[in-house]
């Protein structure tokens, strides 16, 4: 991604974050992403300002392995690309608040990746390792969460974050519950909604 204009590349950023969040890209079948990287390597404002730093035939992987790969990083306000996400999850301040209470705080200095972590302090000394990830990221959020008590981080709070107007039954959400609590972990499930803001 280095040979591209850094204006034109967050131009082309910019265009591709507005039109996934536009088509509702969690929403699309694989066969519709598809039409998508296809229209998006002829569209004017994406594949044709890539197409003059890179050959044509890449520029569709260049996307899907690029922006859309960065796609829920972005949405959480992680990584560069962040600043040209045109919506947002709520931020880790925000989602400790929802599931926890109005008194804890996110500590920004300890976030992390893969899945989404940081250490969150509440009333007095309460400490918890808050993780979150969409439902199909649960192994890796269980996972994550077995490596923190060995490693003997903060206790670990793991939450699926369900996207508006997704809906899970009881038994789905009390069978979640007791695959973390085989590990001892506690889990949590909560709707985090996209706010639209504004690119850089």
Known sequence: ????????RGEVLSEVYRQIEELDWDGLSSRERSRCYERWVNDPLIGDK?????PREKVRVW????PVKELPRVRNGIGPNAKYASRRYPTADQIAQQVLG??????????????????VKGPGSDERLMMWAPLQNLQDLVWAGINAKVDDRPEPLLIIGLAQGQ???EGEQARHRHVAGVAGLELIHTT????????H
Do not use: H, Y
């Not at 996307?63 to 690029?66: P, R």
């Not at 985090?192 to 690119?199: M, Q």
């Open 63 to 66: 996307i899907k392995d690029g």
């Open 192 to 199: 985090l909604r996209l706010t639209r803001v504004s690119p």
């Open 167 to 169: 809906r899970l039954s």
């Open 102 to 119: 109005l008194d804890w705080r996110a500590n920004l200095d300890t976030l992390g990746i893969k899945p989404t972590q940081c250490v």
């Open 50 to 54: 890539l197409a003059r730093f890179i």
């Open 1 to 8: 991604m280095s040979e591209i204009d850094e204006e034109i």
